[in-house]
C-alpha cells in the first residue's frame, strides 16, 4: 500500500476561557473554530469539509450554520472521546482524495455547566442499561476503572502505581496557567485523597470542565501558503473494542488500544521507539498505564515502573500528558481534541510546558468505557 | 405500598427475555453455540465468535470467582454507598458485570479470584444476579 501524499494541521485552537465558562456548548465549538481559523489566516469561506460530533447528530451542520460555511464533506462520526481523532483520520483520507481541501474539525462541550448539550445515559433496554447500569455504575469512575485491581495485582504493583501517575502529571500541570489543578502533589497525598471508586481517590479521576477546540487540517502543499508551521500526520489508527467495558476480552489490556496503536505505526512507518513526546488520554490514572503498555511504548508488565522512575515526568525520556492532561488540566467528557491540542503545541515549540526540539509526537484516545480507540502520529516533517 | 426503587431496572428486549425470565426463577441462563460451542453473554440469538445463528440456553452453575472491582464511594439512585461494582468469571467462562453482597466493602474482604455465588434479588418486577462470597 502506497502512503498517499502529505496532509497537516495548519490552524489549531482551544477555546479563550476553559473551565466555568457562560457558553453553551456549540458556542464553546463555534468560539474556537473561529479561533483556529484566524490562527491560520483562513476564513470560513476556505473551509468545504466540516467534522464535529457529540450527542447531536447534525453537529457539523450546526457548526457550518454557525459560522456561514458552505460544506461539501461532513464527518459526525460519535465514537465517544476519540471521535476527534477518527475525524482527523477521516479527514486525512478525505483531502489525500480531493474530496475536501480544507476541514475544521472543532469540538465543544459545556461538561461543567450543561448549558446548551444532552446528557448521555443508556436507555434501560440496552446492554448498558440491561447488564451494568442496574449494578450501579456512574460512568467513567467506575468503568473505565474496573480491571485496575486486577491489573495492578497482575504487575505486582499496588494503588501506589496510580498516584504516581498523578504526581508526574501535576509536575507538567504546574507549568500550565490554565491547569485547573496546578499544586504539586505527593504519593502519600493522593492515596489519603476521598475515595471515588476504591482504589481510586480524587486526584486520580480527572477535572470536570466547560471547554472547546478546534483544528484546521489541509494538503501540506496549500499548507506552505499559510503561516503556522505545520503539523503533519505521519499517520492514524482507529478500532472498534468491546461494547460494554466489563465484556473486553481482556480488562487489564484494551485490543481497542493496540489496534489502533498498531494501525497507526503501520499507517506512518515509524514505531513506538521514534515517538518523543505522547498524550495519552488521562480521564483516570490507569488509562496511562494501559496505554503505555497496549501502544507498546513499554513491554507489558513494565508500565508501573516506568512512571515511577519519572519517564514520563519533567525532564523524563517520554514526556507524557504534558498539559497536566485531564486528570490536572481540562476534561469536558471528550477529551481526544485537547490531548491534539497539546500535541500540536508541543511540535510548534509554543506549549506552556515545552518540551525542547521535539520532532514528533502521539496522541492516543479512548473511546466511550474502552468501546473505541484512536491514535494519531504527527510530526514536524511530512514524512 | 412500597415506594419504588430509583434503582435503574433493566427492560429486556425480546433477546434478552429469557435471561430475565431466568433470573426471575433463580436461574443464571447463558447461551451457547452448537457450532463452534462457544458459552457467551450478553444474550442475542447469534454467536459472537462465529456469528452462526443455531444456539441453545443454558443454565449456569452460578459459580464463579471474582475478576476485578471497585468499591464505589459515588451517589447512585438505588444505591447506598461505598458498594461493590465487581465483575465475575463464571465457571462456565463468561463475565458479567454485578455487586458483590454479604460481605463488607472492604478491600481486605475482597480479594481477586474470591470463590463467588450468584443470588437473586427481586427489586420492583425484575429479579438482579448479584453474588456473594462461597466456600470453595
Known sequence: MTRGSAVAIVGAAESAEIGTVSLSSLGLAAGAARRALADCGLAPADVDGVAMSGLNPYLPTLLAHSLGIEAGWIDATMVGGCSNLVHLRHAVAAIRQGQSEVVLIAHGESGRSHIGGAAFRPTPDSWQGQFELPFGTVGPMTLLTLGALRFLRDRGLDRRALADVVVAQRGWAAHNPRALRRDPVTVAQVLEAPPVAYPFTRPMCCVTTDAGGALVVTSAERARDLPRPPVYVLGSGEATGAAMASQMPDLTSSDAFRRAGAGAFADAGIGPSDIEHAMLYDATAILPLMALEDLGFVASGDSGGFVADGHTAVGGRLPVNTNGGGLNYTHSGMYGMYALQESVRQLRGEAAAQVAGLRTSLTHAIGGMFQAAATAVLSTEPG | ?136
Open chain 2, 1 to 136: 405500598m412500597t415506594p419504588a426503587s430509583p434503582r435503574p431496572l433493566p427492560v429486556p428486549t425480546p433477546e434478552t427475555k429469557h435471561f430475565w425470565d431466568g433470573t426471575a426463577l433463580g436461574e443464571l441462563r447463558l447461551q451457547r453455540c452448537r457450532d463452534c460451542e462457544t458459552t457467551y453473554f450478553p444474550p442475542q440469538p447469534h454467536c459472537p465468535r462465529c456469528a452462526r445463528g443455531d444456539v441453545e440456553v443454558v443454565r449456569a452453575s452460578g459459580r464463579g470467582f471474582l475478576y476485578s472491582y471497585v468499591i464505589s464511594h459515588l451517589a447512585a439512585p438505588g444505591f447506598e454507598a461505598p458498594y461493590v461494582i465487581g465483575v465475575v468469571e463464571l465457571d462456565e467462562g463468561p463475565r458479567l458485570l454485578t455487586n458483590i453482597v454479604e460481605v463488607a466493602p472492604d478491600a481486605d474482604r475482597l480479594p481477586l479470584d474470591l470463590p463467588v455465588e450468584a443470588v437473586f434479588r427481586t427489586v420492583g418486577d425484575v429479579a438482579l444476579p448479584l453474588f456473594r462470597p462461597r466456600n470453595p
